[in-house]
């Protein structure tokens, strides 16, 4: 019999579980981001008495900015999926 443990059976389930829990942080990154920002000018709002203005600004500066942040991150893996492919 032989008791070596092939290494590349322990590796593909590493890899499995470490893409389920990047997507759930990316998940989570993009709701809660934009909630924050949003409760954030709600509360600013309320107390300067204005009326949705900061809550809208806020709520699309999260949006403009975790969007640029994944486009960022995304052309930034593919380059070095690139690179280590060559």
């Known amino acids: ?9 322990l590796h593909h389930p590493r890899q499995t ?8 942080a990316r998940g989570i990154e993009l709701v809660a981001t ?10 600013l709002d309320r ?6 203005l ?3 600004v806020l709520f699309l500066v ?3 900015g975790m969007s640029a942040r994944m486009y960022y991150a ?3 893996a593919m380059d ?7």
């Not at 019999?1 to 059976?9: A, I, P, Y």
């Not at 107390?47 to 949705?52: A, E, K, N, Q, V």
């Not at 070095?80 to 060559?86: I, K, V, Y």
Request: aromatic share 16%; charged share 20%.
């Open 62 to 64: 999260a949006i403009v």
């Open 1 to 9: 019999m032989n008791d070596k443990v092939d290494e590349t059976d």
């Open 47 to 52: 107390w300067l008495g204005t009326s949705p």
């Open 17 to 24: 579980w470490k893409g389920y829990d990047d997507a759930m």
């Open 34 to 43: 934009p909630l924050l920002f949003g409760l954030g000018g709600w509360y």
């Open 74 to 76: 995304y052309a930034a």
């Open 54 to 56: 900061f809550m809208l």
């Open 80 to 86: 070095e999926h690139e690179r280590a492919a060559a």
